[in-house]
């Protein structure tokens, strides 16, 4: 199980560090339901990543993933499958950073967040993990990763697991802070989303760019 937990620690990274989730989060903190609300969309994000990956491992159960442990053909030509189209979505982040002097442009539901309640905050967990393009690549690719050890399905579902709860660090951090410090922590909060948003495309286009090597990487080294 070592070996699995090894294969998706840096796409558990790559999750956790999404900014447009943490900064929705962060919005989400900032409205007269913030205590129903950040909650709500953790149980979301954990719910998506769950959903995806049990998928995954089930599927990967009735096919051959995995040959004497290591990753078979077809687990091999899926990561590299993936890892391209993360460099695909990095170079697309890259292009689209804002240039200087220019504000970053963010998702229109932003604007609506102040209307939410609870469970449309999970709906919107449950999209940004298991829907939004980059974190369902990388979540998926962190189940073929694991199935393609080749370790029991019970040490599998451990293994995603702990790949759910480390993903689930970067937008659970302002939800903790929030819950901790209270209105001391609007200032953070705001100074984080500024940050984020400012600089959410060149941390997307590295994120990616890394996780795309080492995915095409692995692939290749399969074959």
């Keep these: 199980m070592g070996q699995a937990i090894g294969q998706v620690l840096p796409l558990a990274i790559g999750v956790s560090l999404s900014p447009i989730p943490i900064i929705g989060v962060v919005v989400m903190l900032g409205t007269p339901r913030a205590r129903e609300n950040g909650p709500a969309f953790l149980l979301g994000w954990i719910v998506g990543m769950a959903v995806v990956g049990a998928v995954v491992l089930l599927v990967s159960g009735g096919v051959d993933v995995s040959e004497d442990g290591q990753p078979s053909h077809g687990a091999s030509v899926a990561k590299l499958a993936i890892g391209v189209l993360l460099l695909g979505v990095a170079v697309k982040q890259w292009r ?3 240039r ?16 939410f ?4 905050a999970a709906g919107l967990g449950v999209l940004l993990s298991a829907v939004n393009p980059k974190n369902l690549l990388l979540v998926v690719a962190a189940a073929t990763a694991i199935a ?7 040490e599998q579902a451990v293994a995603f697991a702990i790949f759910v709860v480390l993903g689930t660090i970067g937008p ?5 802070i929030f819950f901790a410090m209270g209105e001391r922590s609007k200032r953070l909060l705001d100074e984080l989303r500024a940050w984020m948003a400012h600089y959410n495309a060149a941390i997307m286009a590295v994120i990616c760019l890394v996780i795309a090597a080492k995915l095409i990487g692995d692939g290749i080294g399969g074959f």
């Design 100 to 115: 200087a002097g220019e504000e970053a442009s963010m998702p229109h539901w932003m604007q609506a967040v102040d209307h």
């Design 117 to 120: 309640r609870a469970p449309r």
């Design 172 to 176: 659970a951090t302002p939800v903790a």
């Design 148 to 154: 393609g050890t080749g370790i029991p399905a019970d």
């Design 96 to 98: 689209g950073r804002p």
